[in-house]
T-cell receptor, first 115, second 116 residues
Framework: KNQVEQSPQSLIILEGKNCTLQ??????????LRWYKQDTGRGPVSLTI?????NTKSNGRYTATLDADTKQSSLHITASQLSDSASYIC??????????????FGKGTHLIIQP | GAGVSQSPSNKVTEKGKDVELRCDPI?????LYWYRQSLGQGLEFLIY????????KSGLPSDRFSAERTGGSVSTLTIQRTQQEDSAVYLC??????????????FGAGTRLSVL
């Protein structure tokens, strides 16, 4: 069964600190892995997308890593800002054959940045 | 428009009533997706459109749910005889393609449905 597990479920850190969010998956055949940021009351917004051959990808202060062997990904946030407070959702895409790639969503990590 | 637009942003209805939720995707995006997000839960896939056809309806939770897309653009999600468990945020997303790198989905702000 395709599954995406994210940890921690929630996290509170002080402004300016770094943090790392984890995503473990059992999805196959793997196509790509995306991280989305979802602000409260808004739709998710794509941060990064990585294919099998990509180990790391950065988007400003966000850096995502992917280890396709262990089926793990992390999202590292550097020098956190209050605006980083949001839910971060890991989404793994699998090849479904004819039609769109299937998507398996994690439940997200709820991150709170405190001043 | 610049992004995916959903309407209404909020909908309160009585149990047993029908509701229609609308999604205007980004112009030129051929793929359109509907999701449901219940409180404290992850995103739940409902249905996917490629053009006007829906190759994947596997996520629709019951026959009370239906969706259509016309002109390869606007989509409507209809829930008949609403139940309290239908209360959730319904998110629509569109993408340029449906596979690989072209499939980054752009989400609307969602419709918050409350069934009393």
């Amino acid at each position: 069964k395709n599954q995406v597990e994210q940890s921690p479920q929630s996290l509170i850190i002080l402004e300016g600190k770094n943090c790392t969010l984890q995503c473990n998956y059992t999805v196959s055949p793997f196509s790509n892995l995306r991280w989305y940021k979802q602000d409260t009351g808004r739709g998710p917004v794509s941060l990064t997308i990585m294919t099998f051959s990509e180990n790391t990808k950065s988007n400003g202060r966000y850096t995502a890593t992917l280890d396709a062997d262990t089926k793990q990904s992390s999202l590292h946030i550097t020098a956190s800002q209050l605006s980083d407070s949001a839910s971060y959702i890991c989404v793994v895409s699998y090849v479904s054959g004819g039609g769109a790639d299937g998507l398996t969503f994690g439940k997200g990590t709820h991150l709170i940045i405190q001043p | 428009g610049a992004g995916v637009s959903q309407s209404p942003s909020n909908k309160v209805t009585e149990k047993g009533k029908d509701v229609e939720l609308r999604c205007d995707p980004i112009s030129g995006h051929t793929a359109l997706y509907w999701y449901r997000q219940s409180l404290g839960q992850g995103l739940e896939f409902l249905i996917y459109f490629q053009g006007n056809s829906a190759p994947d309806k596997s996520g629709l939770p019951s026959d009370r749910f239906s969706a259509e897309r016309t002109g390869g653009s606007v989509s409507t999600l209809t829930i008949q005889r609403t139940q309290q468990e239908d209360s959730a945020v319904y998110l629509c997303a569109s993408s340029l393609g449906s596979n690989g790198q072209g499939s980054i989905q752009y989400f609307g702000a969602g419709t918050r449905l409350s069934v009393l």
